[in-house]
């Protein structure tokens, strides 16, 4: 049906090309790297600048990983739930053992 599923880790920025080409597709789930709340790091998005590239890209849906750790998950997830109520984010964080079910495209 013409949507993505895409993995983006260890990036701290988008290239003009993968930026034009991630918004030119459809991405129904979104898996990218947010390593700190709040502190910058060089070589990974802080969870403010996923949360930015997620409103970039629009989503269907969102799973950050690679959390470092001041990010509590229960505490993280209430309030990105408050991103999917106030502008329609679905946002989680990812945990360990967690499968996600995709349906490959024969093309």
Known sequence: DG???VYI???SAFTEFTRDFLLSIKIDMLIIDALFLEFPHSTHFSF???IDAVRLLKPTRTLFVGAGHDA???EVNAKLRLL???ENLDIQMAHDGQI???QPVVV
Request: no cysteine; proline share 6%; charged share 20%.
């Open 9 to 11: 880790s260890d990036v």
């Open 100 to 102: 996600i079910e995709v």
């Open 72 to 74: 509590s998950a229960p």
């Open 3 to 5: 949507t993505y599923f």
């Open 84 to 86: 999917k109520e106030t």
């Open 48 to 50: 403010s600048q996923s």
